[in-house]
């Protein structure tokens, strides 16, 4: 901004603050060691920490104490905002990652809680972030871009001010955050209580006589579906284009996502070698190689013919079945439990059958109560998928207020001003007389050579 604020002043961090303090430590004192894991990636959320003795951190360790902060200066986790103002320590001493910057408020006037909100705020990270020096995978913020940093320093009370109604404030969003974040997980149980309630006949809104289930019949997989298959992998290789094939990854979110990673087969491949999983429009997707198990989709007619992988098995409906209904009857899960602890496989791997596939179980209606159906929950998914994508912008809007009120406060829009406030060009003008007045450690001589 062009003009600052009546009473701010600007600076530094490093004019403000002590970078990296040292301690020196009684030691036989207990300090709370805060590894990298344990700090938040949220603004409000203390660190947690750990016991651990001094002696045994205090050579390799950043050191710091209640009130300092402390942030990530590697990446990731530079990026994904960890950092937090620390309290809460046993005898108030602290240790951690050696990848954490500490800053240390030079004086009483510089509150600690507005020093985190400046490091929070979308100008520090996207600066930090285009800063990072390193190797990929090992890059850091340079000490020298922390330094430099400009702030916008408001008054002494004002920055209390702005300290308070953020911690107010952000803690209606983190409020509104936890409600909106929920709603996904319910929305997943509301789709699974559909499926169960229609497969169980519970979704018929005819006069035909179905509520109990009486015209309904069990059958096995393979008696009902005209075919159920898995497929393989050709020995002929992949080609740049032919006939699709698809792996588990295809399967996203319930759909078929082929523009992920895609591979294809020749036409002599996919009608030779693959020709018993050659797969069509309509038929039904599932893979059998976990986890996780139970990724289903009903392939899309983009292509007349398509063809899988051995870690999926295709089901086929039958004159007695549809897509739709083998579909909700895959996804309801029922027939994967029932086997899931027969299931074999190593390291961590699980495998259902082809057999075992092939004798699924589906309670079958007659065909015009599938349909009614199959239509009445695509209905209510379409509901729930709409309000899920309500959700999702909402929660856009739910991050981007931290910032927009962080931008606010360093307008200095957020809370009123009170001329009376002392200017923190004094509050500089004290620091700097503060920091003269200590003297500098002499430099010490070099030993004369012999």
Known sequence: MSKLPAGWAGTTLSEICAMGPKSDWEDSIEVGFVPMSHAPTTFRNAVRYEIRPWHVVKKAYTHFENGDVIFAKVTPCFENGKAALVSGLPNGAGAGSSEFYV???????????????????????????????????????????????????????????????????????????????????????????????????????????????????RLRAEDVCDKVQSGGTPKEGFTESGVPFLKVYNIVNGVINFDYRPQHIADDVHHGSCRKSITRPGDVLMNIVGPPLGKIAVVTSDHPEWNINQAITLFRPGRLITSG???????????????????????????????????????????????EVVLRVEQLFAVADHLEAKVATAKERIDALTQSLLAKAFRGELVPQDP???????????????????????????????
């Open 103 to 217: 800053l240390r408020p030079l004086d009483a006037g510089i509150s600690a809680e507005y020093l985190l909100a400046v490091i929070r705020s979308a100008p520090f990270l996207q600066g930090g972030e285009e800063s990072m020096t390193g190797a990929v995978g090992l890059r850091r913020v340079p000490r020298a871009f922390v330094e430099r940093f400009r702030v916008l320093l408001p008054p002494e009370q004002e920055q209390k001010r702005i300290a308070r109604e953020l911690n107010t404030l952000l803690a209606q969003i983190d409020t509104l955050k936890a409600r909106i974040d929920a709603i996904p997980a319910l929305l997943k149980r509301l789709r699974r209580a559909l499926v169960h309630d229609a497969l169980a006949g519970k979704l018929i809104t005819t006069s035909q006589d179905v509520q109990d289930g009486s015209t309904w019949l």
């Open 325 to 371: 209904w083998i579909h909700l009857s895959l996804l309801e899960g029922t027939n994967i439990r029932d086997v899931s602890h027969q299931t074999k496989g190593s390291a961590g791997q699980v495998n259902i059958s082809l057999s075992q596939c092939r004798n699924f179980i589906f309670t079958v209606p007659p065909i015009e109560v599938q349909n």
């Open 420 to 450: 009376s406030d002392e200017p923190a060009s004094v509050l500089l003008e004290r620091i700097r007389a503060q920091r003269a007045a200590v003297p500098k450690p002499k430099r010490g001589r070099k030993a004369a050579s012999n």
